[in-house]
């Protein structure tokens, strides 16, 4: 393996390797990445390797044109859309994608998942946002690079900060997170996963659950986040 990109495959192998222990994955539906900043490049998970036998000498190198830098197998297909998040939000240090069940059923059904309760409001502030199915023109054109100016679209359409609301349904498809290294994007796969099973239970029970109090969601994400901190669990 080559010394200069070494911790980078092995951030980015650990990162995938949690995806798939976390249950958020099923055989290889799911991809995660961790960007080099000051070498202008990033890992990703090969194409179609499955878990059970991906090593970190497997990851690929990338730059954020999509050319190979490192790696002897094919990069996800989903590549473009991690090049463009990355080209977009300078910010951010790790990308995932999953197909985890119930945050594809909200992206199936084309709904944000709604703010309903606490474990919601210590993560973020807001609904988590879908974008709509993606405009025919994008589709039949670069699919995966117009998936990033399908989240950024979003984004602005909606008013949100990546950095305060990392992640997003893609409308018919699934989930994007992202974050400040690959471990984060992670995390943030499994809170949306949570929540969204969540969300979904609490519609059953009651179809007219009403959205958290604005002083709940404001308490639980400042007692987080806020400058006066305190809240972990």
């Given at each position: 393996?080559?010394?200069?990109?070494?911790?980078?495959?092995?951030?980015?192998?650990?990162?995938?390797?949690?995806?798939?222990?976390?249950?958020?994955?099923?055989?290889?539906?799911?991809?995660?990445?961790?960007?080099d900043?000051?070498?202008?490049?990033?890992?990703?998970?090969?194409?179609?390797?499955?878990y059970?036998?991906l090593?970190?000498?497997?990851?690929?190198?990338?730059?954020?044109?999509?050319?190979?830098?490192?790696?002897?197998?094919?990069?996800?297909?989903?590549?473009?859309?991690?090049?463009?998040?990355?080209?977009?939000?300078?910010?951010?240090?790790?990308?995932?994608?999953?197909?985890?069940?119930?945050?594809?059923?909200?992206?199936?059904?084309?709904?944000?998942?709604?703010?309903?309760?606490?474990?919601?409001?210590?993560?973020?502030?807001?609904?988590?946002?879908?974008?709509?199915?993606?405009?025919?023109?994008?589709?039949?054109?670069?699919?995966?690079?117009?998936?990033?100016?399908?989240?950024?679209?979003?984004?602005?359409?909606?008013?949100?900060?990546?950095?305060?609301?990392?992640?997003?349904?893609?409308?018919?498809?699934?989930?994007?997170?992202w974050?400040?290294?690959?471990?984060?994007?992670?995390?943030?796969?499994?809170?949306?996963?949570?929540?969204?099973?969540?969300?979904?239970?609490?519609?059953?029970?009651?179809?007219?659950?009403?959205?958290?109090?604005?002083?709940?969601?404001?308490?639980?994400?400042?007692?987080?986040?806020?400058?006066?901190?305190?809240?972990?669990?």
């Amino acid at each position: 393996m080559s010394t200069k990109y070494k911790a980078l495959k092995e951030e980015c192998y650990e990162a995938n390797m949690q995806l798939n222990a976390l249950e958020l994955v099923v055989y290889t539906f799911g991809n995660v990445s961790a960007v080099d900043r000051d070498n202008g490049v990033f890992a990703i998970k090969p194409s179609g390797v499955p878990y059970e036998t991906l090593t970190s000498e497997d990851i690929v190198i990338v730059d954020y044109d999509n050319n190979i830098i490192e790696g002897k197998l094919r990069p996800s297909s989903d590549t473009k859309t991690h090049a463009y998040l990355y080209k977009n939000w300078k910010d951010i240090g790790g990308v995932a994608h999953t197909h985890a069940k119930f945050s594809c059923a909200w992206a199936q059904a084309q709904k944000d998942v709604p703010i309903f309760g606490t474990t919601h409001a210590d993560h973020l502030t807001a609904d988590i946002p879908c974008a709509p199915p993606m405009r025919d023109e994008l589709i039949q054109g670069n699919y995966e690079h117009n998936t990033g100016i399908q989240i950024l679209e979003c984004f602005e359409d909606k008013n949100l900060s990546h950095n305060e609301v990392e992640m997003v349904l893609i409308g018919n498809h699934g989930p994007f997170t992202w974050g400040k290294d690959a471990a984060k994007a992670v995390y943030n796969s499994k809170v949306l996963e949570v929540v969204a099973e969540m969300a979904y239970l609490t519609l059953q029970i009651n179809p007219n659950a009403s959205r958290l109090k604005d002083a709940l969601i404001k308490k639980h994400y400042e007692r987080k986040h806020g400058k006066d901190a305190y809240y972990g669990q």
